[in-house]
């Protein structure tokens, strides 16, 4: 950052300190108001709703919205809540981030410290791969789950997640890699040590920022889809978003407001929490590499 | 590009392990590449063929040759779907741009509680509009939202009605797309200002540049880089932007905030047209080729000089 | 769980008839995930589980079953459908041309489906002289739902016209409401605009225009009337009204905001869930100029041919459990429309549901029983899009003309045959 301690600190330097603390905090009002009304609907009653505004507090505070929606709103034929879908999400995500992160450090290795003839076209293909519209691949990979027998299966959705974000997470590796010099990777080798070695043993260690960047973002790419869930989970792989819709999508009866969101907050709050947790780790990986700055 | 092949420093006379070797890097990149091939460009060929067949219910090989896409030419509903991917698309990435550089370089003049801060312009990343699409949709409704709010506060004639104004619906987009990204690019920004050598600054602080000019000068410029991996995020973004649509307008009023993702969409699978739903998607995939190609061009001509 | 001790002679018999047979599983996709509907699903279950098959659910809900009719597609083509799935109208000959469907006859015989069923809703789950599915219920489309206080105040009559709708509505504006309730999504402006076309042209326009399509009646002056007369009713309608959904539109004629809504009879829950009385706090009258007429839409699960011989059982069971009277009486008591099947005792109907039963007798019988095209019931999935895109198109654009949309409409339609 530029060095301000030079400036003579006048009237115009606190003016300026005023306007640009004004300006962040008008943005943090921005980003804040959708979950500003989203927390305060969820703990109101239906009657609250209905008389106050978007963004009044609840007169009194419940967590009724909240029990509901964890433990007894209906799903379908079902009314218990979101919980088991929850960790129907919880399954899909952990392996396919963990497998989708394994294989982008793998081949931004490769595609950095072993390229071969041609692996400038194949990273070239596979960046643009990750601009196809899934709306596209919906009924061809519906047969291919069928011919390979994971068709709505947790398995099936883990192996389409991972295929679909493969691309990305090559992406984040690559560009991380490309900055480690080359020699630490030579020498190395002089020293008799293999490719897995190498990997093990130099790369892998340093990885840490990159490592982090690329698992906020599976995550939350995993976590929040809508559209592979609904196509290939079935009644009870189905994932937290899928349960999220049937639930909000009332046909006939009352909106509960209130559970509508506060079941919206149950789904968002795992990246939220990572967000808020990682996000000091997230900015610094960026700064590592990823970002090539 | 020599350099960086380690097996290239021991060629003398290849042992069975070290010839094994040579073969590793590939076989570990094949797996991904065997299914790039299928996943992807299989998957596209095929949506190829289906674009030049008459499939309307499910799949079907009854070609017809380019008559979906003449069909798609004269679609008005395709038309309005792509003049607002233009206007949409473009203004979500240059706002995005612009508040992402703005807030970043705000955010480095040491702020206290940076990292609060930096975590609330973040977050909305994190939340798909499944899960944040009704509190938008509230929010700008005039009879429920923004409007309401501000008219209850004593300004009657305050208007904010956008979503329900055929020739704005597509703004309100904008909206919601900007304030879920930008936070994002934000970061990207932070990382890149992090990055740069702070000697250069204060070479050109004692020279006695004022500070705005340091940032237009030198900054800026050399977050060259970041502009172009924030513009291709950003237009990935907006080329998929589906569940956006989805949530907030359902492609209403009408049908003015139709984009080709939801186009292709509702007629692949709602309207049991799958050769006219494949022929857009096919032109969507020509446009973010060409829009592409020159990122990878230099992308890839970078990675060999650097 | 009153239902249960009502119709407990009847249950047993049907245990009986399959107590001895081996259990098997149902997997049912159907997109009735909350209120009423859901608990009315809820009551099929248990009832196929009485007989000792298991139900697995699987509920996909969105935009009246699009995102479900993905899901179907993605797992045919997976070469894994349900047992059963919610599809309506002409999408089950679709699916029935692929060979999908399982035939049914062998239950339909035996339940004497044909003499159960009114032939308009027989050929409806028929395919190529088979059934291969199997209705729910009867909805009529054509209602206009009105609260009287609001006319009271107002100080004007329900019309009965198109007509006399706009001097009412005019009375209705002045007085400080808001004349017709309305959510402007594509499906809703269908049903508001195949109302007018029904009231306006009558049957016999109605059906060569959505039915067979003939080009002369799509670009007749008639539709040119009926495309002015749709686009009159905006000014009726308060401006916010875009992406409104519908019970919403309905909750404001329960509270007074609004006068009248043109909707279908699913409506009719909103205001029983609210406590309101038919005839007293609200009314339910035909849509205007559509008295005699009735626009049917029909619910229904499509069997799709299992390999499992224990589930084909369970899926026969299903298939009679959804046409036997208990069922289709909770059910459609729940959902406000009218049961499928014939010779049902009706004291525990509604007025209005008894309207709608008189109306589709008489109706059936004058050649005024239409099929809904806004649902689905009188085109293909592509030529309904095409008329939707058309039609809520005109109704939002203010700069296109009657007579320009009517042309669209023609060539759209005839570019989606």
């Known amino acids: 950052m530029v060095n301000t301690h030079m400036a003579q600190r006048d009237w115009r330097y606190y003016l300026n300190r005023g306007i640009i603390h004004f300006i962040l905090l008008f943005a943090v009002l921005f980003y804040l108001l959708p979950l500003i009304v989203m927390v305060f609907t969820s703990f109101k009653t239906m009657d609250d709703i209905r008389a106050g505004n978007l963004i009044s507090l609840p007169t009194e505070w419940v967590v009724d919205a909240w029990v509901k929606a964890w433990s007894s709103a209906c799903t379908g034929v079902k009314c218990e809540g979101v919980e088991g879908y929850f960790w129907n999400s919880v399954a899909i995500v952990v392996p396919a981030v963990l497998i989708s992160t394994a294989i982008g450090a793998l081949n931004g290795y490769v595609l950095t410290k072993w390229r071969f003839r041609g692996s400038e076209i194949f990273f070239g293909f596979l960046l643009f791969g990750c601009f196809i519209p899934f709306q596209v691949v919906l009924l061809p990979m519906a047969q291919t789950l069928g011919w390979l027998g994971l068709a709505n299966t947790t398995a099936g959705l883990v192996m389409v997640h991972v295929v679909y974000g493969m691309a990305f997470t090559t992406l984040f590796f690559r560009n991380f890699y490309v900055n480690i010099p080359d020699e630490l990777v030579k020498a190395a080798h002089l020293d008799g040590a293999g490719f897995f070695t190498i990997f093990w043993r130099i790369l892998l260690p340093i990885s840490g920022p990159i490592i982090v960047v690329t698992i906020i973002w599976q995550t939350t790419q995993i976590w929040n889809d809508f559209l592979f869930g609904v196509v290939y989970g079935s009644g009870e792989t189905q994932p937290i978003t899928v349960a999220l819709n049937n639930l909000v999508n009332t046909s006939t009866g009352v909106k509960e407001y209130n559970v509508h969101m506060a079941a919206a907050i149950i789904a968002g709050l795992p990246t939220l929490l990572v967000y808020v947790l990682a996000g000091k780790y997230f900015v610094r990986g960026l700064t590592a590499g990823s970002v090539k700055g | 590009m020599d350099a960086a092949r380690p097996e290239n420093a021991t060629s003398s006379s290849p042992s069975l392990m070290q010839r094994l070797e040579h073969f590793i890097p590939k076989l570990v990149v094949a797996p991904t590449f065997i299914a790039m091939l299928v996943f992807i460009y299989g998957y596209i060929l095929w949506n190829a063929v289906l674009s030049m067949t008459n499939s309307r219910f499910l799949p079907s090989y009854d070609f017809v040759g380019f008559k979906q896409y003449e069909l798609l030419m004269d679609n008005d509903r395709w038309g309005v779907a792509v003049v607002n991917l233009i206007l949409f698309g473009g203004l979500f990435i240059l706002i995005c741009l612009a508040i992402g550089v703005t807030l970043a370089i705000l955010l480095d003049q040491k702020i206290r509680q940076e990292g609060a801060i930096r975590t609330i312009y973040l977050y909305p990343m994190s939340l798909s509009f499944i899960v944040t699409g009704t509190a938008w949709k509230w929010m700008l409704n005039p009879g429920l939202g923004l409007e309401k709010l501000v008219r209850d506060m004593g300004f009657e004639n305050f208007e904010f009605d956008w979503i329900v104004d055929p020739d704005m619906a597509v703004y309100t987009l904008v909206i919601a797309a900007v304030w879920q990204s930008s936070g994002f690019v934000m970061a990207m920004f932070l990382a890149g200002l992090r990055g740069i050598d702070s000697s250069i600054i204060q070479a050109a602080q004692i020279d006695g540049a004022s500070i705005p000019r340091i940032y237009w000068r030198i900054i800026v410029p050399a977050l060259r880089p970041v502009f172009f991996s924030a513009f291709i995020i950003l237009s990935h973004i907006a080329i998929k932007s589906f569940d956006l649509v989805m949530a907030m307008t359902g492609g209403g009023p009408g049908y003015q905030t139709d984009l080709p993702a939801t186009f292709m969409y509702v007629h692949s699978f709602t309207r049991s047209q799958i050769g006219l739903g494949s022929a857009s998607a096919m032109l969507m995939l020509g446009g973010v080729l060409a829009l592409l190609i020159p990122y990878l061009y230099s992308e890839l001509r970078g990675t060999k000089n650097g | ?417």
């Open chain 3, 1 to 417: 769980m009153k239902f249960k001790k009502l119709f407990a002679p009847i249950l047993l018999s049907s245990v009986a008839a399959t107590a001895s047979v081996q259990a098997g599983e149902v997997e049912v996709l159907h997109w009735w995930t909350s209120g009423g509907e859901a608990k009315s699903v809820a009551v099929l279950k248990d009832l196929l589980e009485k007989q000792g098959h298991s139900w697995k659910d699987f509920a996909v809900a969105g935009g009246g079953g699009e995102s479900a009719m993905t899901v179907l597609k993605s797992r045919a083509v997976s070469g894994n459908p349900p047992a059963a799935a919610q599809i309506k109208g002409l999408d089950i000959q679709e699916w029935a041309n692929l060979g999908l469907l399982t035939n049914l006859d062998g239950v339909a015989k035996k339940a004497n489906w044909d003499n159960l069923l009114p032939g308009v809703v027989s050929n409806v789950m028929k395919s190529g002289g088979k059934y291969v599915a199997v209705p729910v219920n009867v909805h009529r489309v054509n209602w206009l739902w009105a609260n009287p206080e609001v006319f009271k105040k107002a100080g004007v009559e329900i019309p009965t016209t198109w007509d006399n709708f706009f001097p009412a509505a005019d009375a209705i504006q002045k007085a400080g409401f808001i004349p017709l309730a309305h959510g402007g999504q594509a499906w809703q402006d269908a049903t508001l605009f195949e109302a007018v076309a029904l009231g306006m042209g009558g049957s016999d326009f109605y059906n060569k225009a959505f039915v067979t399509h003939d080009m002369n009646t799509l670009k007749s002056d008639q539709m040119v009337k009926v495309f002015e007369t749709f686009k009159r009713l905006k000014k009726y309608i308060d401006k916010d009204s875009a992406g409104r959904d519908w019970n919403i539109a309905t909750s404001m004629v329960i509270n007074g905001k609004a006068a009248m809504q043109v909707m279908g009879d699913w409506a009719k829950g909103e205001f029983t869930a609210a406590g309101k009385k038919p005839g007293v706090d609200f009314m339910c009258l035909a849509a205007p100029g559509t008295s005699g007429q009735f626009t049917f839409n029909i619910d229904s699960f499509a069997m799709f041919k299992l390999n499992n011989s224990d589930n084909v059982k369970a899926q026969n069971a299903l298939a009679s459990t959804i046409m036997g009277p208990e069922f289709q009486e909770v059910f459609n008591l729940n959902k406000g429309s009218i049961p499928a099947r014939l010779g049902m005792a009706r004291d525990k109907f509604d007025s209005c549901a008894h309207a709608s039963m008189d109306a589709f007798n008489g109706s059936a019988a004058t050649g005024d029983l239409v099929p809904s095209m806004a649902h689905g019931l009188s085109t293909t999935s592509y030529i309904q899009g095409a008329i939707y895109d058309v039609v809520t198109n005109f109704f939002n654009d203010d700069n296109l003309s009657a007579k320009d949309a009517v042309n669209k409409l023609a060539q759209a339609v005839k570019a989606a045959m």
